[in-house]
């Protein structure tokens, strides 16, 4: 199974397996030979407690200070039980408060997958300093 990394409205989105059906409210993704997968209904977008197909909603465990900032999947699963999916396909990240799309920021992840969640150190940053993030997960 090949693992893509595709980049929604500017947010990294990383998945398995096709990309029709992974799309956020307002935007749309190109596939494999660049053209525009159809929008995904409102109501299949967000994932709720049932488990039903779409995105969780966004997860922010703590600040990046002193050292890292860590949105690890096993953690937030242990502080919000039932609320992510047993295998997760995809993920985005962004900049809490200012939306900025992971992808934008130039900072390196230790981790970063549907698998994992997002570790960001604060050593491996040009200016020693990680953003505040924080992660959602693709359910399918």
Request: glycine share 8%; net charge negative; with cysteine.
């Amino acid at each position: 199974m090949a693992i893509k990394l595709f980049l929604t409205v500017g947010l990294v989105f990383l998945a398995a397996g096709t990309a029709a059906e992974r799309l956020e409210e307002g935007s749309s993704m190109a596939d494999e030979q660049g053209e525009k997968s159809k929008d995904v209904p409102a109501e299949k977008r967000v994932q709720d407690a049932r488990g039903s197909s779409g995105w969780t909603r966004w997860f922010d465990r703590d600040d990046p200070l002193p050292t890292a900032d860590y949105e690890a999947l096993c953690e937030l699963r242990i502080e919000n039980p039932g609320k992510i999916c047993d295998r997760p396909s995809g993920i985005q990240a962004r900049v809490k408060g200012k939306n900025t799309p992971a992808s934008e920021t130039r900072e390196y992840f230790v981790k970063f997958s549907p698998h994992e969640g997002l570790v960001c150190m604060d050593a491996h940053q040009l200016d020693r300093r990680c953003e505040d993030y924080e992660v959602r997960f693709w359910c399918p």
